[in-house]
C-alpha cells in the first residue's frame, strides 16, 4: 500500500472522511475546519492528510501553539483531529499520520509532542501508548466528557 503524506488545503477533501456524521454534526466540523485551516495558512499547525490511489483517506494536525499549554509555541507541540475514514481503517495510515506529524514538529526543533483523547476512545487510546506516548493527566472536555492527556519525548 502506498501512502502519500501530503499538506491538505481543501476542506471537502476532510469533511468526506466524517460518513456518519449527522448533519449538524458536519456543519460544526466544517466550521472548525475552515478555523484549522485559516490557521493553518497562518503558519500555527500544518494540516497533513494522508493520500492513496489519488485520494485522501485520513488527516491529522500538528499544532504548534494552543492557548490551553497542550503546545507552547517552542518545546511541546500537539496533535489534533487525527481521522481516517472507516472504510481505511486497520492499515497503517493513523500510524502513518501520527508519524509525519512527529516529523515535522522535530524539524522545527520541538522536543516533546502531546495528544488528547476521549476516555472511550480505547482504540486511539491503544495507538498512542504503542507509539509511546503516556499519560500525564486525565481531566473533563467543555461538554464534561471525560479526556486523557499523552505525551510523548521526541
Ligand atoms: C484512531 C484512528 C485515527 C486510527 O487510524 P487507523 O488508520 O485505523 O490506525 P492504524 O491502522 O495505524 O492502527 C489501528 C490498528 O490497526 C492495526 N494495524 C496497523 N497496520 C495494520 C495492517 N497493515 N494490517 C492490519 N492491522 C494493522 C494496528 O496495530 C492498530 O491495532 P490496535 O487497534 O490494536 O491498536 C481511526 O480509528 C479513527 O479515525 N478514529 C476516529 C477518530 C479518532 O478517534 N481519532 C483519534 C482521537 S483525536
Known amino acids: 500500500m502506498n501512502i502519500k503524506i501530503v499538506k491538505l488545503k481543501n476542506i471537502e477533501e476532510i469533511l468526506w472522511l466524517y460518513p456518519?456524521?449527522?448533519?449538524?454534526?458536519?456543519?460544526?466540523?466544517?466550521?472548525?475546519?475552515k478555523k484549522d485551516l485559516e490557521e493553518a495558512h497562518k503558519g500555527n499547525r500544518v494540516v497533513f492528510g494522508a493520500q492513496?490511489?489519488?485520494?485522501?483517506?485520513?488527516?491529522g494536525q500538528v499544532v504548534f501553539k494552543t492557548k490551553d499549554g497542550m503546545a507552547d509555541g517552542k518545546n511541546i507541540a500537539h496533535l489534533h483531529h487525527g481521522r481516517?475514514?472507516?472504510?481505511?481503517?486497520?492499515?497503517g495510515i493513523g500510524t502513518t499520520l501520527i508519524n509525519a506529524r512527529e516529523k515535522?514538529?522535530?524539524k522545527r526543533g520541538f522536543k516533546f509532542m502531546t495528544?488528547?483523547?476521549?476516555?472511550?476512545?480505547?482504540?486511539?487510546?491503544r495507538?498512542?501508548?504503542r507509539l509511546g506516548y503516556e499519560e500525564f493527566k486525565r481531566y473533563k472536555g467543555k461538554e464534561g466528557e471525560e479526556l486523557i492527556a499523552l505525551k510523548k519525548e521526541l
Open 104 to 106: 515535522e514538529a522535530k
Open 115 to 125: 495528544v488528547s483523547v476521549e476516555l472511550i476512545n480505547e482504540g486511539a487510546i
Open 84 to 91: 481516517v475514514h472507516p472504510d481505511y481503517r486497520n492499515k
Open 20 to 33: 456518519e456524521a449527522s448533519d449538524e454534526g458536519l456543519e460544526k466540523i466544517k466550521i472548525d475546519v
Open 52 to 59: 492513496l490511489d489519488n485520494k485522501i483517506v485520513g488527516a
Open 127 to 129: 495507538l498512542d501508548k
